[in-house]
């Protein structure tokens, strides 16, 4: 399952916690500079996002940029290729197959 959140609201983190008593669960941070955000968030299909302006999605990033919380790894996803991604991933989920 996957969860795709900024990670401001304290409801998620509970339920993290919930989750952890019964589950592996993994939490990963992908980082992207704020104008690489921006485009890739209105070049993707809008029908089903929540329509926000930038000046709303440059706060809520400023937020979960400032956020100290435990990550299992953070992926800086500006230019890293698939095969990078893919790479970083399993250094955390292989000890789990």
């Known amino acids: 399952m996957i969860f795709e959140t900024i990670g401001i609201a304290d409801t998620f983190w509970k339920l993290l916690t919930s989750l952890k008593q ?5 939490v990963i941070q992908v980082r992207v500079p704020l104008p690489v955000a921006l485009e890739r968030v209105f070049r993707r299909d809008q029908t089903h996002q ?5 000046e709303v999605i440059a706060h809520m990033n400023e ?4 956020m100290e919380r435990e990550y299992d790894l953070i992926l800086e996803n500006e230019q890293a ?3 990078q991604l893919i790479q970083q991933l399993d250094a955390i989920w292989t000890p789990f197959r």
């Open 22 to 26: 019964q589950y592996s669960v993994f």
């Open 50 to 54: 929540i329509q926000l302006d930038k």
């Open 63 to 66: 937020q979960s940029v400032q």
């Open 81 to 83: 290729t698939d095969a």
